[in-house]
């Protein structure tokens, strides 16, 4: 048998430290950012004032923003207190009890547009305070103290009130506010011992540690060797863009770059931080491969739009990568002066310096006033979403206005965000007759992952692999949507991705191989074992994990065991977290060690009691074993400690009808659809418990209701048009059968109700 396996995403970003450290790398030291300022007095000058060099202060008269002076904020029924004590900042409010107390600030973290705060916590925590300081001006709605959690506001001993491990910093945020960090859990005491040999991003953050450098300078300076230093003494050399320019062609005004892009070293040094990623280990270096240390989130449901613009805070990287603009070369400092973070020039300035203007800055182009919003590149082609209330971020996916997508994915377009009085039909209408034709745009994907994410085939996200213009990262995504279809590790596409060039193509077909059947997985994963990438590497091990070992040769057993070693190093470095305990647990079922996997799967369930994943792969797990009443009872107490949780419900329902009692069984069920009304197959399996108990006009009028939301689910359109067929009720399964084509008519699965229905399948 197989658990969910789980993976840990950090959703915040950086933060500070508790106990400074030098700490050698290799064999090069750590040496601090000033360290650098004599010989790089501009490069020092930028960084100074930058947000990376006030990433995370000590608290102190000069660092803090906040209004201190006795200040308070009245939310769910508490008051919070910010007030002054013989010269340090404190906050009354409610602590983990839920009683108020005096808690006393250490840090700041961050600066604009908005300031947090961090609070010292037993076992060597630092908390980030669920309240912030605005630090926009005045006149627009800033210095104000707000609540980041604006809907509704988590009580103490919740995972995400401030003192819940949600809100800890030493995983949470700390690798990207801090230099060389070390996080140092100690699972034996429950308690951290995080270092840092820099409380804020330094210069080592990007460059490595710098003493072998200081060491080529001084040697260069003094006659010495400094040739035996090689690349200049520097752990990551970024020097993918030294000589290379962009010149604009005449004809078009489009940019080229003089020398193509070979590497990944620059934008891997950012996407460290500025991607959605979890973390592996912190024994990585700058200018490692990112797959080495992170596992950063591709476009997955939930994260993003179906067309690839941001829902959740995603950050930079995964959209840039959808970008024409990276696909042509473009890195990050071609845009942003890296070391005070700066754009090169301001505005829309930044891309006339690229692009023509007498090509693009024109009405033809951008059909709106020359000089007003509608004409700036920036608004268009990188519209804003707010998160931390305050936090506008840009989409870095400079993607073509597409209102003609929002009525098939739900995504928003820039052009109704503007004309909010207008519906996107009527846009994508005005856009066509301007330009003459329908807008295409560089990013393709968008029909492929609308179908798959409302129930549809497989078959348009193969089509995306077998093209090779399609970026890596949609190519990944499309192989991390096909875990949802059966069968799909044996498609030709996933096996020839398991070959790609690119690092994060093969890393998530690894990953779906990793899930498929045991039977499909050994000679696929075999040849990764040894792969250069840690990432790639520990899926293919942990796919591998349970085969027996005569089906391994003595070189493969030791690939095996040495990569399976990194997955289990890597799960001791999250195993603050629950979904260490999960992932371990889910492990150990599959080598057959069960008591092992009962208790990572009891650890898990102990950390956080509120996650669903961790109850339901324990009660999954006493199910395989044969002990159905225990994992009954384990989702009956996990039900008692989250009654509005979808997942746990639609659980126990299901244990409730393997049981016998098909009553509770059905009311389970219909609670999980009604708690999460958009999950379709929470309501198709309400609807299949409801023919079965011989209810079958209710279970039609449930897949009714839900296929207005879910137009695409095969599933659910062939269960109805089933049962409309068995209650006579033939025109309306034809109906259906032409709604449904219409929405994926190359399906060859239509051909056989078509069959049933007597004729032939009807064209959309």
């Given at each position: 048998m197989r658990l969910i396996a789980l993976v840990a995403i950090a959703t915040l970003g950086p933060a500070c430290g508790v106990t400074p450290l030098v700490r050698p790398a290799g064999e090069a030291a750590w040496v601090g950012s000033p360290a650098c300022a004599t010989c790089h007095a501009d490069e020092w000058g930028a960084w100074q004032p930058s947000q990376h060099a006030r990433a995370m202060q000590p608290a102190t008269d000069s660092t803090v923003l906040g209004n201190f002076s006795n200040t308070a904020i009245r939310r769910a029924g508490v008051t919070t207190t910010f007030f002054r004590r013989e010269g340090r900042f404190m906050v009354r409010t409610d602590g983990p009890d839920g009683q108020l107390a005096e808690f006393e600030i250490s840090h700041t973290f961050g600066v604009e547009p908005l300031q947090q705060y961090l609070i010292p916590m037993p076992g060597g925590r630092l908390q980030a305070f669920g309240i912030a300081w605005d630090s926009r001006p005045m006149d627009q709605g800033g210095q104000r103290w707000f609540p980041l959690s604006q809907d509704h506001p988590p009580a103490a001993g919740d995972p995400f009130h401030w003192t819940g491990y949600q809100q800890t910093w030493n995983h949470q945020c700390a690798d990207c506010h801090s230099t060389n960090l070390r996080k140092e859990w100690n699972d034996s005491t429950a308690s951290y011992a995080t270092t840092w040999s820099e409380i804020s991003v330094g210069c080592e953050a990007c460059h490595g540690p710098g003493s072998n450098h200081l060491a080529w300078a001084h040697a260069r300076e003094t006659g010495g060797a400094a040739s035996r230093y090689r690349r200049m003494g520097l752990v990551a050399l970024l020097d993918e863009r030294r000589g290379v320019s962009w010149t604009a062609n005449p004809s078009n005004g489009k940019p080229a770059r003089s020398a193509p892009r070979i590497t990944e070293r620059e934008i891997d040094t950012c996407a460290r931080c500025h991607a959605r990623r979890g973390q592996l280990t912190d024994a990585v270096r700058p200018g490692d491969p990112l797959l080495d240390g992170f596992r950063p989130a591709v476009i997955e449901p939930g994260l993003y739009y179906p067309d690839g613009q941001m829902r959740d805070e995603v950050y930079t990287w995964g959209s840039f990568l959808q970008s024409r603009m990276y696909s042509a070369g473009v890195t990050c400092s071609d845009c942003h002066e890296p070391h005070g973070g700066k754009l090169r020039a301001p505005g829309a300035q930044i891309c006339v310096r690229c692009h023509t203007p007498a090509q693009y800055a024109t009405t033809e182009h951008h059909l709106h006033q020359p000089d007003g919003p509608g004409a700036d590149c920036v608004a268009c082609h990188m519209p804003t979403v707010r998160y931390l209330v305050v936090d506008p971020r840009h989409d870095h996916a400079f993607r073509v206005p597409r209102p003609d997508l929002s009525d098939l994915t739900g995504a928003p377009n820039t052009c109704t965000a503007c004309h909010t009085d207008r519906p996107a039909r009527w846009a994508a209408t005005q856009l066509e007759k301007r330009l003459g034709h329908r807008p295409s745009g560089f990013q393709s994907f968008a029909e492929a992952f609308t179908i798959q994410e409302s129930g549809g085939s497989g078959r348009l996200l193969a089509a995306l692999l077998r093209d090779p213009l399609?970026?890596?990262?949609?190519?990944?995504?499309?192989?991390?949507?096909?875990?949802?279809?059966?069968?799909?590790?044996?498609?030709?596409?996933v096996t020839a991705a398991l070959s790609d060039r690119d690092p994060l193509v093969r890393a998530a077909a690894v990953q779906l191989v990793a899930a498929a059947p045991p039977a499909d997985?050994?000679?696929?994963?075999?040849?990764?074992?040894?792969?250069?990438?840690?990432?790639?590497?520990?899926?293919?091990?942990?796919?591998?994990?349970?085969?027996?070992?005569?089906?391994?040769?003595?070189?493969?057993q030791a690939a095996r065991q040495t990569a399976l070693a990194e997955y289990l190093a890597s799960q001791e470095f999250l195993a603050d977290r629950p979904e260490s305990w999960a992932n371990l647990g889910a492990l150990r079922a599959e080598q057959g060690t069960i008591p092992g996997a009962l208790g990572a799967l009891q650890v898990a369930v102990e950390r956080d009691s509120t996650w669903a994943p961790s109850w339901v792969n324990l009660a999954d797990l006493y199910r395989s074993i044969g002990q159905d009443g225990t994992a009954r009872r384990v989702l009956e107490a996990a039900r008692l400690r989250n009654p509005t949780d979808a997942a746990i419900a639609h659980a126990l329902g299901l244990a409730l009808v393997r049981s016998g009692d098909r009553p509770a069984a059905l009311a389970a069920l219909a609670d999980a659809a009604r708690l999460d009304p958009a999950s379709s197959r929470y309501r198709f399996v309400h609807a299949v418990a409801l023919h079965d108990l011989g209810r079958p006009g209710e279970a039609i009028a449930v897949l009714r209701t839900s296929r207005r939301q879910h137009p695409r689910d095969q599933a659910m359109a062939q269960t109805l048009i089933g049962y409309l067929i068995e209650r006579g009720q033939a025109p309306e399964a034809r109906r259906v059968l032409q709604e449904v084509m219409a929405g994926d008519p190359s399906n060859p699965a239509w051909r056989d109700w078509a069959a049933r229905l007597g004729g032939k399948a009807p064209t959309p």
């Open positions: 399609q970026p890596a990262i949609v190519r990944a995504s499309a192989l991390f949507r096909l875990q949802t279809v059966a069968g799909s590790a044996r498609l030709p596409e997985r050994p000679s696929l994963l075999k040849p990764h074992l040894r792969d250069p990438i840690r990432l790639i590497r520990m899926e293919a091990a942990r796919g591998l994990a349970g085969t027996p070992d005569g089906q391994h040769r003595p070189e493969e």
